[in-house]
């Protein structure tokens, strides 16, 4: 069996927008059948990203209204302490331009990888807003973002898969 590739997602602090955009795209990598070939991490990489902070109370409200429940247990990833997801990924998707630039900046192990925002590479443009702090309808929001881009990116993530049998492909 193949070794299965990582995708990598990222925001800033790991408890909103990353963790229901790695919920949503590992429910439709296992619709698709993709899931043997992709695994989804997400992660915090701001500097007060820390590990075990607890997810989103509205995340996981928007989360559960499309059947996905989070266990109880689910927490935060630091990516600070955490290099090693950076350096193991196959594709990092960020949720804004200023993610991406944090992750050059601060973290070498990103150097020369395949980086893009979340709507970028499922063939839409701007960056999805930070929720935190501005109530269930900024969630709801947030989530039919990512929803709107999650077609692109799994098709890009199909073709990848399709193509890895010749070569590597270039995502």
């Known amino acids: 069996m193949e070794q299965r590739r990582i995708v990598l997602l990222v925001c800033h602090a790991n408890t909103c927008r990353s963790v229901i955009a790695a919920e949503l795209l590992k429910r439709e990598l296992a619709r698709a059948g993709l899931h043997r070939h992709w695994e989804v991490f997400s992660g915090g990489v701001a500097p007060y990203a820390r590990d075990g902070a607890l997810v989103s109370l509205d995340a ?5 209204e499309e059947g996905i429940e989070l266990p109880k247990d689910a927490v935060s990833t630091d990516l600070k302490r955490h290099r090693d997801l950076v350096a193991q990924a196959d594709l990092i998707l960020s949720m804004t331009r200023a993610q991406l630039v944090m ?7 990103c150097h020369g990888k395949p980086a893009f925002t979340w709507k970028e590479f499922g063939g839409l443009e701007g960056d ?7 109530g269930i309808d900024a969630y709801h929001q947030c989530r039919e973002e990512l929803k709107a ?3 692109g990116v799994v098709r890009r993530l199909e073709n990848a898969t399709l193509l890895r049998a010749t070569e590597k492909p270039s995502l």
């Open 60 to 64: 996981r409200l928007v989360l559960r």
């Open 103 to 109: 992750l050059r900046e601060n973290f070498p192990e």
């Open 128 to 134: 999805i807003e930070d929720p935190f702090d501005r």
């Open 149 to 151: 881009a999650l077609p």
